[in-house]
């Protein structure tokens, strides 16, 4: 079955970095685009980066572009998010999405808090 399990969220001050992980399992990971989302505190979730399967094509949310950088590692079934320089606005649920056959795939998420 598939499955996604993000990792490596935790509470960090502003200006700090953190990179979170997901790794994957039961689909042709080589062969799948990922995504990351996040959800504020009480907003809707959005979309913060997507990689397509080999690694060479990225996209960022506009307001996140220069901070945060999404990557995978085949072999390892996982991808990454890179994030510097954070602030408190960048406080939220972070998860992992993998579509396969028009279907979307959650991790349970990993929180990210940005606090002095």
């Known amino acids: 079955q598939v499955q996604v399990v993000e990792s490596g969220g935790g509470l960090v001050r502003p200006g700090e970095s953190l990179r979170l992980s997901c790794t994957a399992s039961?689909?042709?990971?080589?062969?799948?685009?990922m995504r990351w989302y996040r959800q504020p505190p009480g907003k809707e979730r959005e979309l913060v980066a997507t990689?397509?399967?080999?690694?060479?094509?990225?996209d960022y949310r506009d307001s996140l572009k220069g901070r945060f950088t999404i990557s995978r590692d085949n072999a390892k079934n996982t991808v990454y998010l890179q994030m510097n320089n954070l602030n408190t606005e960048d406080t939220a649920m972070y998860f992992c999405?993998?579509?396969?056959?028009?279907?979307?795939?959650w991790g349970q998420g990993t929180q990210v808090t940005v606090s002095s």
């Open positions: 990689i397509g399967p080999d690694g060479t094509y990225t």
């Open positions: 999405n993998a579509r396969i056959q028009g279907l979307h795939n």
């Open positions: 039961g689909f042709n990971f080589n062969a799948t685009g």
